[in-house]
């Protein structure tokens, strides 16, 4: 998989850092070496690092050969939001949908805020309607579905 190139900024650096440790090569036990204390998830349903681990689990085992392409990133101050694009072959259970052999193509958007050189808060918006769209492609083309365009 293709490593993320950090950008020069050093707080858009840790994220790059982080990413690519945790989520390009589907390591949660990283998420320690980059998050502080007081680590707030606001993307997840357990608000804190243990959330935020159980879904870089969920994704590996459900999605292999992972690449997580920062695509943009914009760091000003305390913050940091990156684009990322999001590419991988559905190998396991997600959801309630069994492994399809499908590849996936998303995008999505990470906001995260940096105090003291450590990831304090993380947002997350992810393309999920595309990507259950791409794993049940019939989902697309049922009468009545709605698409986003």
Known sequence: MPAITPPLEPNA?????????????????????????????????SADRSGHANMVRIFSSAFSGAAHVIEQCVAQHDMVIVRLRVTARHTGQFRDIAATGNAIDVTQYRTFRIADGRIAEHWALFDTAGLLRQLQPALAAAPGACAVK
Do not use: C, K, S
Request: no cysteine; aromatic share 16%.
């Open 13 to 45: 650096t840790l994220v790059a850092d982080f990413m690519q440790a945790v989520w390009a090569e589907g390591n949660p036990d990283r998420i320690d070496a980059f998050v502080g204390a007081g680590f707030v998830d606001h993307a997840y349903t």
